[in-house]
């Protein structure tokens, strides 16, 4: 079964820390996602990855950056923590190529709040 | 750039009762339409999609959706909703050839007994 691992449920920083959200699949996808979702706003689209070292911006970039060293590994890294980034962290992985079609697979999240 | 509607932020239901989640999208291309679920404190996960074929599609859970191209709607429908239903549904959107999704906002599903 398709599996979706986001390092930590809960976390908690403070506002200036840099921090990191890992993400991790198992499934070979090639293209890898990270969405922030807050009451109201739904989901959007921080960063997304075709392949290993590739990365493109998504609709709410500022103030992230990502790094994918590894096909199974897409990190989300906030540089200067501030608190209007606590928000609930979702990754996402689906098969590459023509694959606009297939579903997206989703990680259970990251819940980060930054005071 | 493609968008989602979805109107209602909540949809309070009483258990048997049947539902409908409004989705409207704006696009004049083809587009593929997706609903996506989200149980309590889990990731999301897709319920049903339109590609092409078929207007209505069908989940495995009793759900179904139809895609209404001169309305740009895609509205979700169950005809008896039961407890285990309530979660947030999400409409998503991508164009024919994109790799991105378009979320709409979500729409809570509360059934009470």
């Known amino acids: 079964d398709v599996k979706v691992t986001q390092s930590s449920r809960y976390l908690v920083k403070r506002t200036g820390e840099k921090v990191f959200l890992e993400c991790v699949q198992d499934m070979d996808h ?10 109201g706003l739904g989901l959007r689209l921080i960063y997304f990855s075709y392949d290993v070292k ?32 606590t928000s609930m962290y979702l990754c996402a992985s689906r098969s590459g190529g023509a694959s606009y079609n297939s579903p997206l697979h989703f990680g259970n999240g990251t819940r980060l709040t930054v005071t | 750039a493609q968008s989602v509607t979805q109107l209602d932020s909540q949809v309070p239901v009483f258990e048997e009762a049947p539902v409908e989640l409004r989705c409207n ?6 587009v593929y339409l997706f609903w996506y679920v989200q ?3 889990q990731g999301l996960q ?5 590609l092409s074929g078929s207007t209505l599609v069908e989940s495995i859970n009793g759900f179904e959706a139809e895609f209404n191209k001169s309305q740009t709607s895609f509205h979700l429908r169950k005809p008896s909703v039961h407890i ?15 790799s991105t999704l378009t979320f709409g906002k979500g729409t809570m599903l509360l059934v009470s007994p």
């Open chain 1, 30 to 39: 090639e293209n890898m996602f990270w969405y922030r979702q807050d009451p």
């Open chain 1, 54 to 85: 590739m990365k493109e911006k998504g609709d709410i970039p500022e103030g992230y950056s990502v790094s994918r060293e590894k096909k199974e590994r897409f990190s989300l890294i906030l540089e200067s923590a501030s608190t209007n980034q």
């Open chain 2, 25 to 30: 999208y704006s696009s004049s291309v083809s």
């Open chain 2, 39 to 41: 149980y309590p404190n």
């Open chain 2, 46 to 50: 897709l319920l049903l999609k339109y």
């Open chain 2, 84 to 98: 285990s239903d309530t979660a947030e549904y999400f409409c998503a959107v991508t164009l024919a050839g994109y």
